[in-house]
């Protein structure tokens, strides 16, 4: 089969489209014929082998994963022994990052507990961009932000894959009243996603603004934790889901403090890959959600779309078709 191969840490140029083994799956897994999948953070880091704690997960001199790729959507093509939730042909998807990532490739062996029934409505170009940012999503807003009806919400880093779901998950939660903060280029799709305002990051800073908000979901984490806290109301919440190691960690420490002292909540996501598929298929299939796709481009194109994620110059989620 064809893959995408890293076998070494560098650059996206370093990737490699290559013949591979197709791979045999073992007793719990399923073998999954790969239609489509999707350009994530997790690969931009795996590639270049940074920040350092990818080293310390994926081998600390040469990656220990040969084939990255975090979501897949594809038909199940075999199936191993004791796997009781699948047949052959149905079609599924997923987020594979706990499984050893592998979808940039025509096929990947995936335990049945990584992936969901696809609704027959939603096409496999969608599934790919669904499943990691909109885990990330649904568990920043609701699961850590406790996200209530009528309440203000601010995605900051809004024009990706979290961003543009994210708003979705909010309007379904708490109404029209979401602002996204990006890059101005991108405020079409963002509309087109949902969002009723938008600041563009390099002219406004938003935590300079009179605008106070109840809940605000973070896919950047570039600001001293003291920034965000000054436009929450009280008793309003602040959710990283990722960002700049240092302010992270500035949160995760002061995050208990905080909360003592000023009654506002600080809250790091610790994604649960595919927990809540079930919720998302439901807004899926009452048309309530809908992935902004940038592409799909080809398997082979991978190492150059993975260049302009990067950059971040993409609009929701990059897609790979190999349909
Ligand atoms: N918590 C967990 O367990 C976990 C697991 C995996 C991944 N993650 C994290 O989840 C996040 C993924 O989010 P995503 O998929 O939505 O990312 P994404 O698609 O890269 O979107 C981020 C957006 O932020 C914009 N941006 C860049 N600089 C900005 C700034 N200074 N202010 C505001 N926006 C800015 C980018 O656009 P421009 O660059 O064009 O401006 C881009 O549109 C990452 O931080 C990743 O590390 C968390």
């Known amino acids: ?107 990947v062996c995936v335990p049945e507990t990584a992936l969901a029934a696809k609704p027959e409505s939603m096409s496999f170009v969608e599934a790919a961009a669904i499943p990691h940012a909109a885990m990330l999503a649904v568990q920043g807003l609701v699961d850590e932000g406790q996200l209530q009806p009528g309440q203000t919400v601010l995605i900051n880093g809004a024009g990706g894959g979290v961003g543009t779901l994210g708003v979705q998950i909010a309007h379904e939660i708490a109404g029209e009243n979401v602002t996204g903060v990006d890059y101005a280029s991108k405020f079409d799709s963002m509309h087109s996603a949902g969002f009723a305002k938008t600041i563009d990051y390099t002219q406004t800073d938003f935590t300079q603004r009179p605008q106070r908000y109840d809940l605000i979901l973070d896919t950047k984490t570039n600001r001293s934790i003291f920034k965000y806290l000054r436009v929450l109301n009280s008793r309003g919440t602040y959710v990283t889901v990722g960002g700049l190691t240092p302010r992270l960690l500035q949160a995760f420490l002061l995050g208990p403090i905080i909360r003592l002292l000023s009654g506002k909540n600080v809250r790091i996501v610790n994604l649960k890959p595919n927990k809540d598929l079930a919720y998302i298929n439901n807004l899926f299939k009452a048309g309530k959600l809908k992935p902004i796709v940038d592409g799909p481009y080809s398997l082979s194109e991978i190492p150059k779309w993975l260049q302009y994620f990067g950059k971040g110059k993409h609009k929701g989620k990059v897609v790979i078709s190999l349909g």
């Open 1 to 107: 089969m064809k893959a995408i191969v890293l076998t070494q840490y560098g650059s996206a140029s370093d990737l490699e489209l290559k013949d591979v083994a197709k791979p045999t799956p073992n007793e719990h897994e399923v073998l999954v014929k790969v239609h489509a999948t999707s350009i994530n953070d997790w690969d931009w880091c795996l590639v270049r082998g940074t920040p350092f704690y990818i080293r310390l997960l994926c081998g600390l001199l040469k990656p220990n994963i040969q084939i990255p790729g975090a979501e897949i959507a594809g038909e199940v093509e075999a199936i191993g022994q004791n796997v009781t939730k699948f047949q052959p042909d149905d079609a599924v998807y997923g987020d594979i990052s706990e499984c050893g990532f592998g979808g940039f490739a025509e096929y």
